[in-house]
T-cell receptor, first 114, second 113 residues
Framework: SQQGEEDPQALSIQEGENATMNCSYKTSINNLQWYRQNSGRGLVHLIL?????REKHSGRLRVTLDTSKKSSSLLITASRAADTASYFC??????????????FGIGTKLQVIP | DGGITQSPKYLFRKEGQNVTLSCEQN?????MYWYRQDPGQGLRLIYYSQIVNDFQKGDIAEGYSVSREKKESFPLTVTSAQKNPTAFYLC????????????FGDGTRLSIL
């Protein structure tokens, strides 16, 4: 089963509005990362937040982490048409074989309408 | 410019054929990874390598093989044993500690003829 699961699976907003995506996970983590993927392209790393951090900013991006609820959110403020992409969270953890790995969620598909 | 180059962008496989996907990086990264992406699913890890001449199986290694003879290169072979190979394949690398922020190539889309 997926470690990280994004919600909603799809989101459509008008340009200029804020977009919020959520990620929930099941087991304890050291770090949580957010990535963006444009259609037909590779993923691009956006931001990494450590388990002892609660909030992190990068430009128009704001990421929060609540380890007690095992959830994170990605907020994109003042969205632009160029923000149209799929957004993935990636959580690290120890799998059943006892080794650490990163697991990607299914993603949130964001459409920003000009 | 530094980055990861995957080739070819599109690849077609015939029944019973092995095909090799290329992944080259000039970022001087130690760790490299191969993922498979299917529609509506997240990325699934096929293989990863932390150093030259060493690699580990991921979650879905069956039907795939890799080599890591050079730091810059991590080719993936999709063998005839992989019965459902149609997917988007992504190669990634990360600096230093494994599982840090990953840099991705632009993928290879593999289809069956």
């Amino acid at each position: 089963s997926q470690q990280g699961e994004e919600d909603p699976q799809a989101l459509s907003i008008q340009e200029g509005e804020n977009a919020t995506m959520n990620c929930s996970y099941k087991t304890s983590i050291n770090n949580l990362q957010w990535y963006r993927q444009n259609s037909g392209r590779g993923l691009v790393h956006l931001i990494l937040i450590r388990s002892n951090e609660r909030e992190k900013h990068s430009g128009r991006l704001r990421v929060t982490l609540d380890t007690s609820k095992k959830s994170s959110s990605l907020l994109i403020t003042a969205s632009r048409a160029a923000d149209t992409a799929s957004y993935f969270c990636a959580t690290d953890g120890v799998n059943s074989g006892g080794y650490q790995k990163v697991t990607f969620g299914i993603g949130t598909k964001l459409q920003v309408i000009p | 410019d530094g980055g990861i180059t995957q080739s070819p962008k599109y690849l077609f496989r015939k029944e019973g054929q092995n095909v090799t996907l290329s992944c080259e990086q000039n970022l001087n990264h130690d760790a490299m990874y191969w993922y498979r992406q299917d529609p509506g699913q997240g990325l699934r890890l096929i293989y990863y390598s932390q150093i030259v001449n060493d690699f580990q199986k991921g979650d879905i290694a069956e039907g795939y093989s890799v080599s890591r003879e050079k730091k810059e290169s991590f080719p993936l072979t999709v063998t005839s044993a992989q019965k459902n190979p149609t997917a988007f394949y992504l190669c990634a690398s990360s600096i230093g500690r494994i599982w840090g922020p990953q840099h991705f190539g632009d993928g290879t889309r593999l289809s069956i003829l």
